[in-house]
């Protein structure tokens, strides 16, 4: 059976809406890896059709997507989310240098932490000591 994917801009109203879901606004634009800016990103976001849910985490489909995303729309770093049972790619830009090699990191509120808190059985504190640790490791 041939698949064939789409990626499609969503429009400034959808991509706001979207955005407003806690689940996709956890992991968020924090710095341009060009010129060291840490606000003021404008976001921009592609919906993805045609990729089985299955397949959607699969290194290679998504590198097929970031690479068509480079190739179309100048865009450097892409991160994958699922929205309403819908791939959705978040992308974002510095307003200071235009960049798209944009970094980005999950802001670990108090909902997120009961969530990793009853998957992994730890408690809350401790999971925020060792979500502490790792981020200066990866610093
Ligand atoms: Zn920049």
């Known amino acids: 059976m041939e698949t064939t994917i789409s990626i499609k801009q969503l429009s400034d109203l959808e991509s706001e809406k979207i ?4 689940k996709i606004s956890r992991l968020k634009p924090v ?15 592609f ?4 990729v089985p849910q299955h397949a959607r985490s699969d290194d290679d489909v998504q590198n097929v997507i970031r690479h068509h ?7 450097d770093f892409a991160f994958f989310k699922t ?23 999950i802001a670990f509120d ?10 992994t059985g730890k408690s809350e504190s401790l999971l925020l000591k060792e979500l502490n640790s790792i981020s200066k490791k990866i610093k």
């Open 83 to 105: 929205y309403k049972n819908k791939c959705i790619v978040d992308t974002a830009s510095c307003c200071n240098c235009g960049s798209t090699a944009i970094t980005y990191d």
């Open 69 to 75: 995303l480079k190739r179309e729309a100048s865009i």
């Open 31 to 45: 710095s341009c890896t060009q010129c060291g800016e840490t606000t003021g990103f404008r976001r921009k976001l």
């Open 19 to 22: 955005l407003k879901d806690k």
């Open 110 to 119: 108090s909902d997120i932490l009961s969530e990793l808190s009853k998957s």
């Open 47 to 50: 919906q993805v059709k045609g």
